[in-house]
């Protein structure tokens, strides 16, 4: 994270960023449909930030192109009843898609590396496990056909406070504010060392890890989409071969 400038734009304006975004939208939208038919593999983007960090906005704005029949998005909250009488790993293979399909982790497993972590809710003894067993986790979903592609949206400190003012100020957001994020603000030195160790310990090969500069929404969109497009564009994906010999089906 300490080569990452979470304002950095990497020299593109705003202007050709949308126009760039709305081509990568378009691509994307062959590409799952291409998945769908092709029906063999799986797709999980796995998004995590702090508070305000843009995980909504970035499904709202990157996802929006893709066909609602071939995508699930999965919100982890705190968790609750059947949640937690399993592994923490339970409720996310569940959400894992169906081959065909993408499903986007509005957080996810890495909370019991991060908020568990910082707030000790359960000992070093058992979260410093963990980033070995979600290694082997996702290991597990790649070799099944399933890749997984993780980003952490990164914003500062003061993008966070300019964000949080605008949800107190603005009426159509302020649903959003809640005290516990300002609660959660105390905690910033902690959560980016957390940040480091996970993206230390579980950047793989066959799940790797983005950090994407997200103090302006406009390039963090057009990243995401770029990096999806991208990793879509790399599982070669072909349509299935048709069932028979479609030249000599005749019907009347
Ligand atoms: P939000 O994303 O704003 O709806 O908030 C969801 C909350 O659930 C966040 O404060 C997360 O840190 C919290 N959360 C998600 N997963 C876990 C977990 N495994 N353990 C504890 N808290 C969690
Ligand atoms: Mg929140």
Request: hydrophobic letters at 40%.
């Amino acid at each position: 994270m300490a080569d990452v400038d979470p304002s950095d734009t990497h020299g593109i304006d705003k202007a050709s960023a949308a126009a760039h975004l709305s081509k990568n939208l378009d691509r994307l939208s062959v590409l799952q449909y291409l998945l769908y038919a092709e029906a063999r593999r799986g797709l999980v983007v796995v998004l995590q930030g702090i508070d305000a960090g843009g995980k909504d906005g970035t499904i709202q704005h990157v996802m929006s192109g893709l066909n609602p029949q071939g995508v699930r998005v999965t919100s982890f909250k705190v968790p609750e009843g059947a949640e937690k009488r399993h592994d923490y790993l339970w409720r996310v293979h569940c959400a894992v898609p169906e081959f065909g399909q993408i499903g986007i982790f509005n957080r996810s497993h890495y909370e019991d590396v991060l908020v568990v972590r910082v707030h000790g809710i359960v000992p070093k003894s058992v979260w410093s496990k963990r980033y070995a067993q979600i290694n082997d986790f996702e290991r597990m979903l790649s070799d099944s056909g399933t890749r997984v592609i993780k980003f952490l949206l990164y914003i500062d400190k003061e993008e966070q406070a300019r964000r949080f003012h605008e949800r107190i100020e603005d009426k159509t957001k302020n649903w959003k504010f809640s005290a516990a994020d300002l609660k959660e603000r105390e905690y910033w030195d902690q959560y980016i060392e957390a940040y480091q160790d996970m993206l230390r310990q579980c950047s793989t090969k066959c799940a790797p890890w983005y950090v994407i500069p997200a103090n302006r929404k406009w390039f963090r969109n057009l990243a995401v989409s770029q990096i999806l497009r991208d990793e879509l564009e790399a599982m070669s994906l072909k349509f299935p071969k048709p069932i028979a010999e479609l030249s000599e089906i005749k019907f009347e």
